[in-house]
């Protein structure tokens, strides 16, 4: 083949790409879903992360943790907003300075209207150490509820376990 044929061949290739581009890409974009944030998630889900501490001390229900919108960070909130279910995805456990001796940290579902709790899940912690949990599928908070946080009593009080959480709110 000789440098004329290929430089041919080259350009009807970009030619066909080029076509290709103008006719296929806005007919497969407008089957896509609308997406938000720079394309990271679903437009009908929102970012929403969370903090609390659970303390050796406080009994349950213990303290409730505080969301934010990722995209409106000065507004906070603590139970699941009218209309909208939170799923919780991911959990960060900070064991701060104070922490001398291994806890339980407990995560709760509050009930608003029975002045219950229904811990989810519980993780043991340990003095100088970190711990992340990642949930595939999440656990589902309905409207009204709050997330909550506290230990299993420990012998020492006033140890203090941070925690930060993501998840998504999405409509009921």
Do not use: C, W
């Not at 043991?124 to 909550?148: C, K, M, W």
Request: without cysteine.
């Amino acid at each position: 083949m000789t440098n004329n044929m290929k430089i041919i061949v080259l350009l009807l290739g970009l030619a066909m790409g080029f076509i290709a581009a103008i006719y296929v890409l806005p007919s497969f974009q407008e089957q896509q879903m609308p997406m938000t944030r720079a394309g990271l998630m679903p437009a009908e889900q929102t970012l929403i992360r969370g903090t609390a501490r659970a303390i050796s001390s406080a009994r349950p229900p213990g303290e409730s943790f505080t969301f934010k919108d990722a995209d409106k960070p000065h507004e906070a909130f603590k139970a699941v907003p009218a209309g909208k279910r939170f799923i919780l995805k991911d959990i960060n456990y900070y064991p701060q300075a104070s922490v001398r001796a291994p806890l339980t940290v407990n995560i709760a579902d509050k009930d608003p209207e029975t002045y219950t709790h229904a811990i989810l899940f519980q993780v043991h912690v340990n003095p100088r150490q970190s711990r992340d949990i990642h949930f595939s599928s999440g656990y589902v908070l309905p409207a009204g509820h709050e997330l909550t946080a506290f230990t299993a009593g420990a012998l020492a009080e006033e140890q203090y376990v941070s925690l930060g959480v993501a998840g998504y709110l999405v409509a009921e």
